[in-house]
């Protein structure tokens, strides 16, 4: 009972560090998302996957990348690590239909 | 971008109360859904409105989308602490990229 996995759970970065977030499902999903989310705010969509090899930007993409090599992993880029980018990084798939999204736990980003 | 306001933006209320928060937009959803996130972890799917008018009953919860599917509400009986969470409405794209756009959130505590 896997389903969305994301590591790390938390983590500091220095301003201008790099780092990946990873996220993995075992739900053979073929749709899967990159969000932020800010304190007392809701999720923004920072990029998303339709299916191995085929991603594109969302609403907030700027300062990120992402691949999709395979179906169960879509793991996020941050390059060079700024203030702004500090937030809770959620990352999500889900089956054409029904249409439900599964989320992971998060990973909690501060970047100083 | 479709533009989705949530309110209240917080609520505080006494066990055994009812209660009701609200999801508008300027513009027509072709579907809607609402999540549950409690603290630390990742939204949870509560319902997916598809049909203006529609009313959908989960236990102590009902769900409403207008009959213009521009707004939608979700009404708790006889709250209880367990309700306790950050509820969101999200509405679905109607392309195939399938996306979700959040809005900001109604943040519940239910008090003993």
């Known amino acids: 009972n896997a389903g969305v996995t994301q590591t790390p759970k938390f983590r500091i970065l220095k301003i201008g560090q790099s780092m990946t977030l990873q996220c993995t499902q075992d739900?053979?999903?073929?749709?899967m998302y990159w969000y932020r989310q800010d304190p007392g705010m809701g999720l923004k969509l920072i990029y998303y996957?339709?299916?191995?090899?085929?991603?594109d930007k969302g609403e907030v993409p700027n300062g990120y990348n992402v691949s999709r090599s395979t179906t169960e992993d879509f793991p996020l880029r941050l390059e060079l690590a700024a203030p702004s980018q500090t937030s809770v990084y959620f990352c999500?798939?889900?089956?054409?239909?029904?249409?439900?999204?599964?989320f992971g736990p998060g990973t909690r980003l501060t970047v100083t | 971008t479709q533009l989705l306001e949530q309110s209240p933006q917080f609520l505080s209320i006494q066990e055994g109360e009812n209660l009701t928060v609200y999801c508008n937009s300027s513009?027509?959803?072709?579907?809607l859904q609402w999540y549950r996130q409690e603290p630390g972890e990742g939204p949870v799917l509560l319902v997916t409105?598809?049909?203006?008018?529609e009313v959908k009953k989960l236990k102590r919860l009902t769900f409403q989308f207008g009959d213009a599917r521009k707004d939608s509400s979700l009404h708790i009986t006889a709250a209880q602490p367990g309700d306790t969470g950050l509820y969101l409405c999200?509405?679905?794209?109607?392309?195939?990229?399938?996306?979700?756009?959040f809005g900001s959130g109604t943040q519940l505590t239910v008090l003993p």
């Open positions: 999500a798939s889900s089956s054409a239909n029904p249409y439900e999204q599964y």
């Open positions: 739900m053979n999903h073929n749709y």
């Open positions: 996957s339709v299916g191995a090899g085929i991603t």
């Open positions: 513009s027509v959803f072709s579907s």
């Open positions: 409105v598809v049909t203006g008018g």
């Open positions: 999200a509405a679905i794209s109607s392309g195939s990229a399938r996306q979700l756009t």
